[in-house]
């Protein structure tokens, strides 16, 4: 019988984009028999990752990240790079999210055979779509994608998410006519290590300056430590293509800091750390969800926790005792369906 781990590694290494779309296909997967397969691809893939250039790319609503990523992702595979784009999206499961439609806007991109531009993990919370993605770079790193991109569509701990995972955090911003630093949260500007004021093209150039400007003063204000590494703060346009190459040089010039101050490889392996305790909290999370005590009591205790007649903390306790008590009894809570 085929060792279908085997096929998809060989693949893999041929850079076969079919082979690359099922390897991701099988690492999202949370069905119990996928992940045992899922780890014995990426234990042997291992050796294969780990050298591409990592960059995670937020912005506020309106900032243009699909486009920019399409200008950007365009211009680096002309210059002899193989990119790859994968996104974080916790509410893809829920609402479909807008990967879908940032792929329309990332046409150019998503045409070239040394690109590949993945839709949003599917997964039920945060951790669960963090973890698909993370592995999901893997694969393509395996692949030959020496650069690789994750955007980030849903908000909040999304950026932090994809923060933990990547080398440099890229931070679009948007000219909005005098309120500039409206609608960015201090967390997300602490986490940049480049910020990029986007469109920044005809009518709005000025005001992009003006903004650029701003977010100058405001990273000054927020670490005055004067020895403390800047964050560059550029202009840009996606739809011309102005600033797009120091964008890109401002990144590559964060990762040689990195490098040179030693941090590269102790900000992967605190990543990797972090990694191995997002897995344990999602291995759990999943294993309580498909032991057989507690989807027996799971529906009453939900309807008691939404109607008010158990709190939380007791309705937690239960599951927790439902849980613990088929691993004293050795049960075989591993089913196909999740919950």
């Known amino acids: 019988m085929p060792d279908p781990v085997a096929d998809l590694v060989a693949g893999v290494r041929a850079r076969s984009r079919a082979h690359v779309a099922r390897a991701i296909t099988l690492v999202e997967s949370s069905r119990p028999d996928h992940r045992e397969q ?69 046409a150019q991109l998503t045409a070239s055979e040394d690109a590949f ?63 500039q630093l409206q609608g960015i949260k201090r967390g997300i500007l602490e986490m940049a290590d480049v910020i990029a004021v986007n469109k920044a093209d005809g009518p709005h150039e000025s005001d992009a300056w003006v903004a650029a400007r701003e977010l100058s003063g ?46 590269l490889e102790s900000r992967r392996r605190e990543q990797q750390t972090s990694w191995m305790w997002a897995m344990v909290d999602a291995e759990l999370r999943d294993g309580v969800r498909r032991s057989p005590s507690v ?19 007791d309705a937690a306790q239960q599951v927790l005792e439902a849980f613990f008590a088929d691993r004293a009894r050795g049960a075989d809570a591993v089913t196909d369906d999740a919950g």
Do not use: Y
């Open 218 to 263: 405001a990273m000054r204000l927020m670490n005055p430590d004067p020895r403390a590494r800047r964050t560059p703060v550029l202009t840009c346009s996606a739809h011309t293509g102005a600033g797009l190459d120091e964008v890109w040089q401002a990144v590559l010039d964060h990762r040689a800091w990195l490098e040179e101050q030693g941090s």
């Open 38 to 106: 899922a780890r014995e691809l990426l234990a042997t893939l291992a050796p294969d990752t780990g050298r591409s250039v990592r960059v995670g790319i937020s912005g506020i609503p309106g900032a243009g990240k699909s486009t920019f990523i399409d200008a950007l992702g365009t211009r680096l595979v002309e210059r002899g790079h193989r990119v790859a784009v994968v996104a974080v999206d916790p509410s893809s499961s829920r609402t479909g999210g807008s990967v879908l439609g940032d792929r329309t806007r990332m």
């Open 117 to 179: 531009v993945r839709p949003s993990p599917s997964g039920s919370h945060l951790g669960g779509v963090a973890r698909a993605t993370r592995e999901s770079m893997l694969v393509l790193e395996a692949a030959g994608f020496d650069v690789v991109l994750v955007e980030t569509v849903g908000v909040g701990q999304s950026e932090v998410a994809v923060a933990e995972m990547v080398d440099t955090f890229l931070m679009l911003a948007l000219a909005r006519g005098g309120d």
């Open 295 to 313: 989807r027996a009591v799971l529906t009453e205790v939900q309807e008691g926790v939404a109607d008010g007649t158990v709190s939380a903390v």
